[in-house]
Antibody
Framework: EVRLVDSGGGLVKPGGSLRLSCVGY????????MDWVRQAPGKGLEWVGR??????????DYAAPVKNRFTISRDDSKNTLYLQTNRLKIDDSAVYYC???????WGQGTLVTVSS | DIVMTQSPDSLAVSLGERATINCKSS????????????LAWFQQRPGQPPKPLIY???KRESGVPDRFSGSGSGTDFTLTISSLQAEDVAVYYC?????????FGQGTKVEVK
């Protein structure tokens, strides 16, 4: 069974940082393009970014609102995806989901709250 | 960026009746070399992650009931629930995966009348 397990969310002050993690089970993680998608409370879905596989150099793409503040990385030896969030803003408050890039599998989400 | 616009924003349908949700993209998501529309539909129930329903605009994901169907091409797409069941109450999103950034519609809330 394919599963994605997100973790690492919490309460952080504006300007702070958090690192989110997502562990993949039941599929060949190293072969998968992986995305982060977020959802602010009561709002719709917003794509955050993507990391490609080692074959593609583990290159990344980001949405404009998070570019130069967020960094996506992966450790294929641990089947783990990361989202390093820096210089957090109140508008970054959301549930963050990891997902395989074709959208077939999603984590349960981890809540990030940015508040003073 | 490709803008995805859904209509209506909300929809109330009687049990057993048809529900229709429209999705329009600001540019075509049809890739001519393979004649595939890079358009997916998701269902999201409260407190849960999105669940994929449809990909390539009209292909049902494994395990999705056949009352859900997708249609359309180019810039105009439709998700139809042929006979609404109580468990279909949810928010539905279209999403294009033609190019980065992936973009979603604003969502359509489906309720029972």
């Amino acid at each position: 069974e394919v599963r994605l397990v997100d973790s690492g969310g919490g309460l952080v002050k504006p300007g702070g940082s958090l690192r989110l993690s997502c562990v993949g089970y039941g599929f060949t993680f190293s072969d998968a393009w992986m995305d982060w998608v977020r959802q602010a409370p009561g709002k719709g879905l917003e794509w955050v970014g993507r990391i490609y596989t080692k074959t593609e150099g583990k290159t990344t793409d980001y949405a404009a609102p998070v570019k130069n503040r967020f960094t996506i990385s992966r450790d294929d030896s641990k089947n783990t995806l990361y989202l390093q969030t820096n210089r957090l803003k109140i508008d970054d408050s959301a549930v963050y989901y990891c997902t395989t890039s074709e959208g077939r599998y999603w984590g349960q989400g981890t809540l990030v709250t940015v508040s003073s | 960026d490709i803008v995805m616009t859904q209509s209506p924003d909300s929809l109330a349908v009687s049990l057993g009746e048809r529900a229709t949700i429209n999705c329009k993209s600001s540019q075509s998501v049809l890739y001519s070399p393979n004649n595939k529309n890079y358009l997916a539909w998701f269902q999201q129930r409260p407190g849960q992650p999105p669940k994929p329903l449809i990909y390539w605009a009209s292909k049902r994901e494994s395990g999705v009931p056949d009352r859900f169907s997708g249609s359309g091409s180019g810039t105009d797409f439709t998700l139809t629930i042929s006979s609404l069941q109580a468990e279909d109450v949810a928010v539905y999103y279209c999403q294009q995966y033609y190019e980065i950034p992936r973009t979603f519609g604003q969502g359509t809330k489906v309720e029972v009348k």
